[in-house]
Each structure stands twice: as structure tokens, then as C-alpha cells.
């Protein structure tokens, strides 16, 4: 069913793409390239002929992955098409129902086009965190080997994908007492004031989440202050052992300045569509403290639909946060040592097969 809110029908910016035209390689100005992706990513036959031998073997998958607005929608249709994949999502707000201009969920036109997983299918009440993605998108993996495609993993969520790849390390249980107090303190003091609290003890745990993400915040508080040591020091010592085998992870970006003008167009276009009347009613049917509600898009509105903040003013709000978020996603891809980076202002600079060449 078409997806609409208010008057307008919610469509992504597609920069500049003639929609008339099929989401194909050569739609977007790139190779098309089948015969040489297949020739470089292993055939079904291979794929089930492998698992056969090796029952336990970390199922496969191929990551697209890339900061908000910067195209990975559109890439991600015309790949899937191109090697018969089947896109498993990685954005940690498109879980939610009903939250469907804020996130710039893919339309129902790009879901009939490729099949999708792991989006629109959590109560906005309902807390989500990386652990229960990775347990949700490894079984989305084996759905689709079995049916004899290819899983292309999408999403700006690096945490999300990297707990999909690797099991999440070995963390000591924290004091509930200390979870109590922490919970209290973000109450009275305010969420941002927790993250610059956890910046002086943890800052690379702190540099890695956004500063309104009250429940990784106050995790991480609660296991320095429960074992003395930062969050970050349990990553870094406890063995990982690997999840999925990714065949590649292709990190797409943009120069910032246009990347910085592909968000604020997008930002007018959700209003345009009528995301402040999503966020009305949402708030209307949940409240402010239902999960949803405390993503980016969404929460930017509550002091406009209390009456203390014009439209204009929070409508600048977002696009700035959504610049930074941006900034933070593009920081986490950095840390990626096996990601290989294309810059979609420039489409040629490499040709698929040589993107999708296992390395």
C-alpha cells in the first residue's frame, strides 16, 4: 500500500534522477555490470555448495553503508536488482511503524521493486537495540540464502552492522542500583549533560553515539561505574568472533557541501510531505517518551508543538543536527578498516565489479 501522510504523498529526494527511469546501474550514471559481478561475487551454486561442507560457517553478506541523504537508497535498489539480493535495512529509526516521513523510509514503490527486511515492523513504544538486530538480520541472512539470493545489508547505523558482523563483546553486569541513579540523573539533568559526562571517562565510547541516545549513554556510564573501566576497554580485550562474512563493505559519500545540501533539501521535502503532522500524531497516540519519538526528526518538534518554538526555527534545528549526525556516521565508517569509500559525486571512479570483488 502507498504510503501517505497529510496531503502530499512522502517520495525520497532522488537527486536529480529522472524517476521515469527503472532502478538500474545505468539509471544512476553507473556501469552496469552483471556478468562481471557475478563473475566476481561466488554463484549460488558455490554459496550452497559451500554451506553444505560447512554447516556453521558465518553466513554472507555484502555492506552498503554511508551517512543520512547521502543516496544509499537508490544505490542499494539498483545493486540488489543487478546480483538478485534481497535488502535486510540498518537504520535504527525505520524499525518503527509508523515513523515513515522522519526516517525517509524506501517507498512502496522500492519495496516492491526489492524485497526488505527489518523495516517497518516495531511498536514506536518499543525499545530496539544492536544485540536484537543482529539476531533479527541473521536470521533475515539464512531467509534469504535459502531462497537462493544474495543479502545486501543497508544502512547508516554502523553499531547496528558491526554488531551483525561480530558477537558483541563480553561486558560485566552492572549494579542496578547505579542504573537507577543514572536513569534519575539523565531525568533531572538532561540526556546531552550525560553524554559530555561520559565524554570525560569513555570518549571513544562517547565520540560513537549520538548525544540524545539516552540508553547507550547511560550503559555506558553504568559499566564504568560498576567495573572502573570504560565501556570502550571491554571492546577492545574481549575476543569477537565473526557473525557474517562480509564479502564486501562499500561506504559511500559525498563532498560535504553537497552532501550538506542533499540534507537540508531533504529536511524541506519532509515538511513538505507533512512530517510535522506525523510527529502531532504520533506524539498524540504514544507521548514524547515512547522510543520513536527520541529519534532524529522527530524529537527536533516537540518544543514547536508545545507552542515554544516556531516552525521555521525547529525546522533549522533539524537540518543542523541531521548535518551533525551525519558528520558523527561518516567519523564511525572511518574506523572501518575494510571499507572501501565511493564518492557519488563522481560515479565512474569505480566500476562495479571492482566494488564488489571480494577482497
Given amino acids: 500500500m502507498e504510503r501517505t501522510t497529510g496531503r502530499h504523498e512522502w517520495r525520497p529526494y532522488t537527486f536529480g534522477r529522472d524517476e521515469s527511469r527503472p532502478y538500474t546501474t545505468t539509471a544512476l550514471g553507473l556501469p552496469s555490470c552483471r556478468g562481471a559481478i557475478h563473475r566476481a561475487l561466488p554463484c549460488r551454486g ?22 543520512t541523504a547521502v543516496g544509499k537508497t537508490e544505490v542499494a535498489i539498483s545493486l540488489a536488482r543487478e546480483i538478485r539480493a534481497e535488502i535486510i535495512s ?28 527489518l523495516v517497518d515492523f516495531l511498536d514506536p513504544r518499543e525499545r530496539y537495540n544492536a544485540e536484537r538486530f543482529a539476531q ?26 558491526e554488531a551483525l558482523m561480530y558477537e558483541m563483546s563480553d561486558i560485566p ?10 536513569d534519575a540523573q ?20 562517547a565520540a560513537r553515539l549520538e548525544p540524545n541516545d539516552r540508553q547507550r549513554i547511560l550503559r555506558a556510564l553504568a559499566v564504568h561505574e560498576t567495573s572502573g573501566r570504560p565501556l570502550s576497554h571491554f571492546h577492545e580485550i574481549s575476543p569477537r568472533r565473526e557473525r ?4 564486501r563493505y562499500v561506504v559511500l559519500t559525498r563532498p560535504r557541501e553537497e552532501l550538506y545540501a542533499h540534507i537540508n533539501t531533504r529536511v524541506d521535502r519532509m515538511i513538505e510531505a507533512g512530517l510535522v503532522d506525523e510527529v502531532r500524531g504520533l506524539a498524540d497516540r504514544y507521548g514524547w517518551e ?16 508545545s507552542g515554544n518554538r516556531s516552525l521555521a526555527e525547529s525546522v533549522e534545528l533539524l537540518k543542523r543536527d541531521t548535518r551533525r549526525y ?14 572501501m569509500w565511493v564518492d557519488l559525486s563522481d560515479p565512474g571512479a569505480l566500476a562495479w565489479e571492482d566494488l564488489l570483488r571480494p577482497s
Fill in 90 to 117: 540498518a537504520d535504527s529509526r525505520q524499525v518503527y511503524r509508523e515513523l515513515d516521513v522522519g526516517t525517509a523510509k524506501p517507498t512502496a514503490e522500492q519495496r516492491r521493486a526489492v524485497p526488505h527486511h
Fill in 326 to 339: 551525519a558528520k558523527r556516521q561518516l567519523t564511525w565508517f572511518r574506523r572501518v578498516p575494510q571499507a
Fill in 46 to 67: 558455490v554459496i550452497h555448495h559451500a554451506q553444505s561442507r560447512a554447516s556453521d560457517a558465518p553466513p554472507a553478506a555484502i555492506v552498503l553503508g554511508g551517512p
Fill in 290 to 305: 515512547a522510543e520513536g519519538l527520541k529519534a532524529l526528526g522527530y524529537r527536533q518538534f516537540r518544543e514547536h508543538l
Fill in 173 to 182: 553486569p552492572v549494579d542496578p542500583d547505579i542504573e537507577t541513579r543514572l
Fill in 136 to 161: 533479527d538480520a541473521l536470521e533475515a541472512i539464512r531467509g534469504i540464502a535459502s531462497r537462493g539470493k544474495r543479502a545486501l545489508v543497508v544502512g547508516g547505523t554502523g553499531f547496528y552492522i
Fill in 244 to 247: 557474517v562474512k562480509v564479502a
Fill in 186 to 205: 539523565a531525568a533531572d539533568q538532561g540526556v546531552p549533560a550525560m553524554h559530555t559526562r561520559l565524554a570525560l571517562v569513555d570518549p571513544e565510547t
